[in-house]
């Protein structure tokens, strides 16, 4: 991979960044093995017996590893095994979408010890002051965490150089600061990234499908659809932080009206609330009101009428995974990947609307790209854990040198 070097955003190579690298390569070695000797290390990385000890005695200092069990050899000295200490650092993870914001909290092995949901207020100014409160509760009933921040997936995005979020159509918020009242009510560094990134992330980060490949798309379908990016191993944000608004592409000059103010964006054609329209222009829409009021059921009454055996429900599935086909296969075209994950409750349905996006995709795709398009288990919380990784990724991930 060719990479000119940013002669206007570029830092130095120094004593210190070697070390730097080194221990943010055996820090993941250490996560990727665990538990696992220090000669084994040295094997992994290529490095030294004595730099290897050197830098794990000061993981050790500063707890970010502990020292386990001791192994067992034939003869010489036994091997004593090193894994991640998890009970070192506490990372707050928050999923704000426009019904509902989640918050975990998660230690360095990625699980996840506390867990709450609260409404999403409409006003922002009130929300962000009832979340901060939220926030300082959930610290206070786990006083022994030292924590080490809080990531936040957002349906909308940031803005790379005033941290604020300035595009969110779908909770119809705008330029607004997230993030200062989040550290003013809790004290902690505060990390924000727009959603399908976050996704993008979990996979980069704890992913089953993602190890060896260096491009890789999410499609996260929720009320909206966004993508995330990872091309050359790398999160593409854009110039600005926008890059990957392919929900925003209008598929359909003529269709609905998106919240964005076009018409026929992916997202109206292939989200969530597309599904709900689909259902509820058939005549059954109206038997399944909820209490006889007239509303329509959410994308989850859909999918539980459709494993029931309901033809609408089915019927708007179908179409809901036509269309996300199609989106699908632009992106296809467009960055040929090697896989493509698929987030959100759709992956439900997978065995019914995953041939669909599959053919719609061979169809009108016209690369040799061979990409495999994935569904995430919903169970794996891939937003709040992008967000751990949001959090993570200055002691784990690449330093930018040069």
Known sequence: MVRKIDLNNFQVARSETARDINRRILLNLIRKHQPVSRADLSRHSGLQRSTVSSIAEQLLAERWVTEGAMGHLPRGRKPTFLHLNRDRVGIIAIDLRPLKTTIALAGLDNRFFAQESIPTGKDPVKFLKQLGGRLCDLMKAHPHVCYEGIGVALPGRVDLSTKRLFFAPNLGWRDLDVKTPLEQATGLAVELENDANTCALAELWSGQHADGVPNMLSVAVTEGIGVGMILN??????????????????????????????????????????????????????????????????????????????????????????????????????????????????????????????????????????????????????????????????????????
């Not at 969530?272 to 007239?294: C, E, I, L």
């Not at 494993?307 to 036509?322: I, N």
């Open 233 to 402: 191993g790398q999160l593409v944000r854009g110039s600005t932080g926008v890059a990957g608004e392919f929900g925003h592409i209008a598929l359909h000059e003529d269709g609905p009206l998106c919240n964005c103010g076009n018409h026929g964006c992916w997202e109206v054609m292939a989200s969530n609330s597309a599904a709900s329209r689909y259902y509820g222009r058939t005549g059954s829409a109206r038997n399944h009101a909820v209490n006889g009021s007239g509303i329509l059921p959410e994308f989850q009454d859909i999918l539980q009428l459709a494993k029931q055996g309901d033809v609408r429900a089915g019927e708007a599935l179908d179409q809901m995974a036509h269309h996300l086909g199609a989106g699908i296969a632009i992106l296809v075209t467009g960055l040929a990947p090697e896989m493509i994950i698929v987030v959100g409750e759709v992956t439900r349905a997978w065995k019914r609307v995953g041939p669909i996006i599959e053919k719609i995709v061979k169809q009108r795709s016209v690369t040799w790209a061979t990409t495999r398009i994935i569904a995430a288990d919903p169970a794996e919380q891939t937003r709040l854990r992008g967000t751990v990784a949001l959090v993570l990724q200055k002691h784990f991930g690449a330093p930018s040198i040069a």
